[in-house]
């Protein structure tokens, strides 16, 4: 009986570690939104952002995404009046949603970094 209730304890505690690692990933990568930084920045590749954003959002001919790291939305979907495009029906919401999170991870220790964004994992 103590033995069952021994391994049980011990499953218990691994599931709970478990569940508080994951918990904390998904804090740090996506500052509590339900993103993802990794496939954000797959999409950030794949819809062209770094031709005006720069290689890893450091800016170019726009505004650094490093420095100054937008979390709205809206920004992507409709764009901006000094010369963003819009997004609309080009990015899915779950693809605007990542990218956020990808914006987000910027400059934090969850920042992912590949050059190529059919890469089913970043190459750290």
């Known amino acids: 009986?103590?033995?069952?209730?021994g391994i049980l304890g011990a499953i218990a505690s691994i599931v709970a570690a478990a569940a508080m690692i994951v918990?904390?990933?998904v804090v740090v990568a996506g500052k509590g939104s339900d993103g993802n930084a990794i496939n954000g920045r797959k999409v950030f590749l794949?819809?062209?952002?770094?031709?005006?954003?720069?290689?890893?959002?450091?800016?170019g001919m726009c505004p650094s995404l490093r420095e100054d790291k937008p979390d709205d939305e809206?920004?992507?979907r409709e764009g901006t009046s000094s010369g963003m495009p819009a997004f609309r029906g080009i990015l899915t919401d779950r693809e605007i949603t990542d990218?956020?999170?990808?914006?987000?991870?910027?400059?934090?220790?969850?920042?992912?970094?590949?050059?190529?964004?059919?890469?089913d994992v970043p190459s750290q």
Not at 1 to 5: E, H, L, P, S, V
Request: proline share 2%; with cysteine.
């Open 1 to 5: 009986m103590r033995t069952k209730i």
């Open 23 to 25: 918990g904390l990933s």
């Open 46 to 59: 794949k819809a062209n952002c770094y031709t005006c954003h720069g290689g890893r959002g450091g800016g």
């Open 99 to 119: 990218v956020i999170a990808y914006i987000q991870s910027l400059r934090t220790s969850s920042e992912p970094t590949f050059t190529h964004w059919w890469e």
């Open 74 to 76: 809206d920004v992507i």
